[in-house]
């Protein structure tokens, strides 16, 4: 739990470990798939604060939200302006492009049509196997890169129900990763056990009411690219689930 962060650890040798809330606490860079959503917002702030330097990935697939990837810019240089000393450890930021995830996906998220619940029990926005490929690719290029650590907004709390989200599928994911590449790779999910409300006091406390402005205005998830109508939580169509979900934890943060 996030908690479990704010207390004073020590290592074996007696000398305490850094607070990762508080304190860079690695030398070392991350990975951060950042897709201009909330989610990936906050743990690409997470990521700021505890590593020596970031990188980012995001994935164009021929969505229907791809103005998620649009927000990327505006987010990145809305950090700079926030936090320069996040500025300076901000590294590369890539952009793989995957249409065949669309080409093999009948999905409302790559396709015009309604969202909706599907007989399986998983409205159709599931795209199978989504976090897995990206995660796999993230790997492949953080073996190039020589990066160790990937960070990912998967969240098994408040969630539509996708598989691939859960933390069960996630380290075993990892464990295939280091597997297959002979790495040691550590795959962090910072949000994992966060409902959407604590997603938002986790901005708070790494950013401060910049950073929560900053994500309110500037992040976009709605699943319809909706960002007409401008609500307290930020830009959507206010009725698709990610807009739902995203709009009750707003209610329960700013409550
Ligand atoms: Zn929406």
């Not at 479990?4 to 850094?18: C, E, I, Y």
């Not at 910072?190 to 910049?210: E, F, I, V, Y």
């Not at 939580?233 to 409550?255: D, F, Q, S, V």
């Amino acid at each position: 739990m996030l908690c479990a962060n704010s207390v004073m650890q020590f290592t074996l040798d007696g000398a305490p470990v850094r607070d990762p809330m508080n304190d860079q606490s690695s030398s070392e860079t991350a990975l951060v798939l950042f897709s201009g959503g909330q989610d990936s917002t906050t743990c690409l702030a997470w990521a700021l604060q505890r590593f020596a330097r970031v990188e980012m990935l995001g994935f164009a697939y021929g969505q229907r939200h791809a103005i998620e990837l649009a927000c990327r810019d505006q987010l990145l240089s809305g950090i700079k302006s926030l936090r320069p000393d996040w500025a300076s450890r901000l590294g590369e930021s890539h952009t793989l492009e995957i249409p065949t995830l669309a080409e093999i996906s009948d999905t409302a998220l790559t396709r015009d049509v309604a969202i909706e619940m599907g007989a399986d029990g998983l409205p159709n926005t599931f795209v199978p196997g989504r976090n897995l490929v990206f995660l796999t690719f993230a790997a492949a290029l953080a073996y190039r890169r020589g990066i160790d650590h990937i960070v990912g907004g998967m969240c098994e709390t408040d969630y539509s129900g996708y598989p691939d989200c859960r933390d069960e599928t996630i380290k075993a994911l990892q464990s295939a990763l280091n597997l297959g590449m002979a790495k040691n790779f550590e795959l962090h999910t910072p949000l994992m056990w966060l409902d959407k409300a604590s997603t938002w006091k986790l901005a708070h406390d790494l950013g401060g009411a910049g950073l929560v402005d900053l994500i309110r205005e500037h992040s976009h998830t709605c699943y319809l690219g909706e960002r007409g109508a401008q609500h307290a939580w930020g830009y959507g169509c206010g009725e698709c689930p990610a807009c739902a979900l995203r709009a009750k934890g707003w209610r329960e943060y700013a409550a």
